[in-house]
């Protein structure tokens, strides 16, 4: 119910505003009405086309000014008599509405990034807990083999020794060359997919740590991404009793270049036309609000990277490219993690 308050107060400034001004004069606001709406239609549809997401992303703490403003607006158009006094007010009331929308972007950008850091510090302490376990446990793995070997039981020992080796090869595939708010996120997200019966393979030739973007949007991205493609292959396994995910990069030509492919199944195929252009659009099936497609589009475009996809035999490639250097400025901020 919060979450329709705000909106709900909005409508009730808008139509007290225009009910007030058809009301003093009918043909000369109607037309002026009529006008408004179709041109704030036409200037702002990818945001109005947003609107239902706007009820969980512009919380009063946020916007809560813009109301303020709109208010004030409101109680001008109520008591001013003149009528250019009144085409400002109403003026700047639609003008506070569309600030509100373009803010939209940028609070589910915050939004994401605040959950990003809390899911990341959960990520790394279960990543170090496996480790240390991994660690506590080694002599006693040893001395189960050793009793093995003992008993003469060689290949009960060698089995042990196999899967014991499975284990660790598996651990240490996801924190080879990568720092630890990367590695957290490849080694979990392996998990998740695993378990659901979905094979992974990583083929990192170059650390995705060592993506030219800073700390924080390595994070988002590839989270995204490997979120994004483990729903998509735990769909396409419910259906099909098979899936894959595979994550790939290579620096080429001063070009980092990330690959990942995923089993995915779409009901509608138009939604393929353009899945990172519309923000309402997902590569899961479901009840899914296509934010991190979105996401993932914002951050490829604010590092002037060049993202592509395609869709064929039931399989999703997006490829995404970004420039290793583009200026000084730019390599201060890879160098520098806190800076945004």
């Known amino acids: 119910m919060k979450y329709y308050l705000l909106p709900a107060i909005i409508v009730v400034i808008h139509l007290t505003s225009w009910g007030k001004l058809l009301y003093q004069s009918p043909q000369l606001w109607a037309g002026i009405f009529f006008i408004s709406c179709v041109s704030y239609f036409v200037f702002n549809w990818k945001e109005v086309k947003r609107l239902p997401f706007v009820l969980h992303a512009l919380p009063l703490k946020k916007t809560g000014y813009l109301l303020f403003v709109q208010c004030l607006f409101l109680l001008i158009i109520l008591f001013a008599n003149q009528l250019h006094i009144q085409f400002i007010a109403i003026l700047g009331v639609i003008l506070c509405e569309i600030v509100r929308l373009k803010q939209y972007p940028v609070q589910v950008m915050e939004k994401d990034y605040l959950a990003q850091l809390s899911n990341k510090m959960n990520e790394m302490d279960m990543h170090f807990l496996t480790i240390r376990a991994q660690r506590h446990d080694f002599l006693k793995h040893v001395s189960a083999i050793g009793y093995f070997i003992e008993q003469e039981r060689n290949q009960d020992a060698r089995q042990y020794f196999e899967d014991l080796l499975g ?110 252009d519309q923000f309402e659009n997902s590569s899961k099936n479901g009840d899914h609000q296509g934010i991190g497609t979105f996401i993932i589009s914002s951050l490829v475009k604010s590092h002037n990277g060049k993202l592509s996809y395609r869709y064929q035999n039931q399989e999703l490639v997006i490829k995404i490219k970004l420039p290793l250097i583009l200026n000084q400025k730019n390599k201060h901020i890879i160098n520098n993690p806190t800076s945004s």
């Open 167 to 276: 284990e660790y090869k598996e651990t240490n595939d996801t924190i080879k060359g990568e720092k630890i708010h990367i590695s957290s996120i490849l080694w979990k997200y392996k998990r998740i997919a695993e378990q659901t019966g979905t094979i992974v393979n990583y083929h990192l030739h170059v650390p995705v740590s060592r993506m030219p973007i800073n700390r924080l949007n390595q994070v988002q991205l590839i989270t995204n991404l490997l979120e994004n493609a483990v729903d998509a292959t735990r769909s396409f396994h419910t259906r099909f009793a098979h899936s894959a995910i595979s994550l790939h990069t290579e620096v080429h030509g001063g070009i980092y270049i990330v690959e990942i492919k995923n089993n995915a199944f779409f009901d509608d195929r138009t939604i393929l036309d353009t899945l990172f």
